[in-house]
């Protein structure tokens, strides 16, 4: 156990729909990453924050956005889904902003129908 | 981040060590050597890093050439649980983790 925590599990959704995945980082972690896992990209980062504020981003797309809370938990957006959205999402923590030694949560396993 | 190269599969017995090579002939001076392992469709597991020395810890040993090119993570007695894709990445103080393709390791009984 890692001690970040995911939800929902799994989300089953459809087309055009837009949903909300919530991360809780490990305790005193201040920085949360957020990665996407699909069969053919393999695991993609998308976005980091520390403390609050928007620290580095990857191949995050247009339709996804992600906020870091006061009490650090975390939200990653994802709307307009498409078929092509499905996949895991992982969330990560670590307890600076240089992305040193990160532990990941169980995921998120997004199914867009 | 320097790219790493790992072959794509390996077998290991049940209580054998596991050695899991992985070159990383362009890094440079600050880069670390980071091992992660997924087993099936959980989260990545950090397993240890590494800069110039030799390193330790409850679950490995990470093994680092003097010329820093290539290293080998040392599971040293498998069990049927470390069945998994592990993932060797290079990268400098405040850089991304980038996941290759990694090794998958099947430990057989």
């Known amino acids: 156990d890692s001690g970040v925590t995911q939800t929902p599990k799994h989300l089953i959704t459809a087309t055009g729909q837009r949903v909300t995945l919530r991360c809780s980082p490990r305790?005193?972690?201040?920085?949360v990453y957020w990665y996407q896992q699909s069969l053919d990209q393999g695991l993609q980062f998308l976005i980091q924050y520390y403390n609050g504020e928007e620290r580095a981003k990857g191949n995050i797309l247009e339709r996804f956005s992600a906020q870091q809370f006061p009490d650090l938990h975390s939200e990653l957006n994802l709307s307009s889904l498409e078929l092509g959205d499905s996949a895991l999402y992982f969330c990560?923590?670590?307890?600076?902003?240089?992305?040193?030694?990160?532990?990941f949560g169980p995921g998120t396993r997004l199914l867009v129908l | 981040d320097a790219k790493t190269t790992q072959p794509p599969s390996m077998d290991c017995a049940e209580g054998r060590a596991a050695n899991l090579p992985c070159n990383h002939s362009t890094i440079s001076g600050n880069e670390y050597v980071y091992w992660y392992r997924q087993i099936h469709s959980q989260g990545p597991q950090y397993i240890i890093h590494g800069l110039k020395n030799n390193e330790t810890n409850e679950m490995a040993s990470l093994i680092i050439t003097e010329d820093r090119k290539s290293s080998t993570l040392i599971l040293p007695h498998a069990t049927l649980r470390d069945t998994a894709v592990y993932y060797c990445i290079v990268r400098g103080a405040g850089g991304k983790l980038i996941f290759g393709q990694g090794t998958e390791l099947s430990v057989k009984p």
């Open positions: 990560a923590s670590s307890e600076g902003p240089y992305q040193e030694t990160q532990y």
């Open positions: 305790s005193g972690d201040l920085s």
